[in-house]
């Protein structure tokens, strides 16, 4: 049995998991997300240390390391564009990893035995469900996690798809409506801007303003401003017809998000992930509905299914530790 | 030295080349394409015959055919939705091939000699300007090709992009705009219906009926629905501002489908091909200049470069026949 480590690093909470290659949880560990660039790069060695300190056997099953960054990183490590933990970018994360695992490996078996790598954690969510989680056994395989943004990954034959500078992989940036809301990629109607977490808060406040939400418009204190997804899930889970209403709008257009993406990748399985993903059926039967309608191969002998992510929260870390391990690259 | 046969099966004509490992074409033929299901599989070996009777050394050094149709392509060589060549979809070329293969692979060196494969025709493009054409040594490439339709074909980490069924690819059907025209594949709006020769036509009736595409309207005699690509071709040659103007906003259009794509995907290089790409700088200029604007990483120092395609109309054929020849999968 091997172990790798794996830590998700988001913009608030860093959190690290030690896996074995049968995909058992060993140990985790989670602590808040420093904001400035020094304290980020110690808090990641020593959040490695505490988890390491975890393991019942100790480190001799540790073969090794993977990060997950909010970030865009190139094949060489560096990390750019990283909008929710700013001080990511340009941060020599593989330097400070690199030098803390010479000395972590050379302690437990012989310099230079353990891998390390440093990724996407988008990249890093479809690793793990792929590796470990709803997707095993699909060669084909398209993550979105609708989150504030929209992110993901993409397995393309059995590998990460990665494209010419690591960049690849990033779902949420399509225009699909050039008169939409505008995007802080600088364009219009992005996809992110119509599926998200954020978007779907924004359209609920729209129809509360507009008085065709008033049991999400209640459940907020009354207040527009205050309205976010949780009330619309809140009322819908009560059957309320404003709310089912609202979850049909962000499911239509996150069908057609779909719909695009498969074009182009022809996905064995579609999994949807991240904090929206928690209202479940109440999102994906009417976007499996809507994505029949859209997509020319939605319906009949190549249909692709629509399922909701398998590892949760942990994905990105299990993807991290599945890179460590080396079960996909 | 090994020599490939490939055939590109267009709508209207069959393009059969035979080509070396290192890129020489040897000999070419082309033929109508049949409309019968019957014919088209009778001329299509017919057509792999009079290919190899014009072989100055015979057919030793033959190692396979490859055939490029356009139509979507199981993994298992079922041919699915072709709109340019109906008689395709279901047609069992693969087994038609196969029974005449075996015959002049024995005939030439022994049984199962030859490699046979069936692939959808951008895909083939893509695999051709990848081995032997303008991307060569690049591992990751998009290819998009401008005609009646949009085609285009994805190599990715040195591997053709072809998804869980084969599918993959399809760059033509995003949804860019649902306000856009209706498309064919009951969506509306797709870059296809923005970008594409048949596109650019539609624009320029638009244009020359308002009044804003007088020369281009004169080359076709007056008559706005006589308004091809051609003649605005032709008046932005002789630097007509009205023509210059249909160029930039086909450009827009073309390289905001750029940028959507290559978020997914981040290729090393994009090239344009297909008939309107004979306009050469007059297209990819302005569309540098806008995915320049529209892309994230359009400027700076990860800027993506595109680029004209490099083989023309023989793209698909070298591709066909660079799959036949083994060199990339």
Redesign the interface.
Known sequence: MAIGLGLDVGGTKILACAVTDGGELVAETRVDSPRSPDLLLQTLVEGTDALLSLLPDGPRAVVGVGVGVPSLVTSDGTL??SPNLPALEGLPVHAAFAERLEVLSAATGGAGRWRLVIDNDGTCAVAGEFVFGAARG???VLLITLGTGIGGG?V??G?L???????????????????GPACH???RGCFEQLASGSAFARIARRAAAAGAADRVLELAGGDVEAVRGEHVLEAARDGDRGALALFDELAHNLA?GI???A???????VLVGGGLASAGELLIAPTVADFAV?D??GRGP?A?PIALAGLGARAGAFGAAALALGLVS
């Open positions: 750019y564009e699909v060669t084909d993409v393309a034959g590998r798809l990665r494209g010419a500078r690591g960049f690849a992989g990033e779902v949420g940036h399509i225009v699909m409506d050039p008169a990629c600088g364009r057609v719909a695009n993406l074009e182009v990748l022809d996905p064995g399985v859209e020319r191969r190549h692709v």
